[in-house]
């Protein structure tokens, strides 16, 4: 069974860093695009960016744009984003998530990134 | 931006009864629409694909049906494990600026 596992959330501050990591297992990580979806509390799901399986090509929303970087490393089988100048509204439970060319079948469990002073 | 619209955004109905959940398009998506269930705590879990494929292992009581810009998910007959969040996502576009819809909430009437 495919295995994600993130890591790395945690309480930070306004306008401080954080890198997130999710760990992939079970699966030829290298094949597939992947990508990472956050929920703030209470909230719905907001897809945040999109690596391809090369990591060649790469997308974000317009909230995370200039702030967020997506990243790759295949040969460790693990994603990342790294955050930088976090806002309150940032505060999120953040999934990766393994693409199927659009529908997100494999989902890990999630780490929750809490900005506040 | 494409965006999503879900309704109702709270359904109340027995269990054993059918549910039937909308989901519409601001603009067309062909059949580039998904469905997740999510239950508390939990991450979401895709049902549905290309609006009207089953994923692996869910029953046979969950469908989706609808192309272009309206969608619907029907649960044949509610167990009580199907009272959760349910949301749908549009993948039409390109580049993959996948939006979601803001869920509709299924609860035990």
């Known amino acids: 069974e495919v295995q994600l596992v993130e890591s790395g959330g945690g309480l930070v501050q306004p306008g401080g860093s954080l890198r997130l990591s999710c760990a992939a297992s079970?699966?030829?990580?290298?094949?597939?695009?992947m990508n990472w979806v956050r929920q703030a509390p209470g909230k719905g799901l907001e897809w945040v960016s999109y690596?391809?399986?090369?990591?060649?090509?790469?997308y974000y929303a317009d909230s995370v744009k200039g702030r967020f970087t997506i990243s790759r490393d295949n040969a460790r089988n693990s994603l990342y984003l790294q955050m930088n100048s976090l806002r309150a509204e940032d505060t999120a439970i953040y999934y990766c998530?393994?693409?199927?060319?659009?529908?997100?079948?494999?989902w890990g469990q999630g780490t929750l990134v809490t900005v506040s002073s | 931006e494409i965006v999503m619209t879900q309704s109702p955004a709270t359904l109340s109905v027995s269990p054993g009864e059918r549910a039937t959940l909308s989901c519409r398009a601001s603009?067309?998506?062909?059949?580039?629409l998904a469905w997740y269930q999510q239950k508390p705590g939990q991450a979401p879990r895709l049902l549905i694909y290309?609006?009207?494929t089953r994923a692996t292992a869910v029953p046979a009581r969950f469908s989706g049906s609808g192309s272009g810009a309206e969608f619907t998910l029907t649960i044949s007959s509610l167990q009580s494990e199907d009272f959760a969040v349910y949301y749908c996502q549009q993948y039409n576009n390109w580049p993959p600026l996948y939006t979601f819809g803001q869920g509709t909430k299924l609860e035990i009437k």
């Open positions: 998530a393994r693409d199927s060319s659009g529908p997100l079948a494999y």
């Open positions: 079970r699966f030829t990580f290298s094949s597939y695009e």
């Open positions: 603009q067309r998506v062909s059949s580039n």
């Open positions: 690596i391809s399986s090369s990591g060649n090509t790469i």
């Open positions: 290309g609006a009207s």
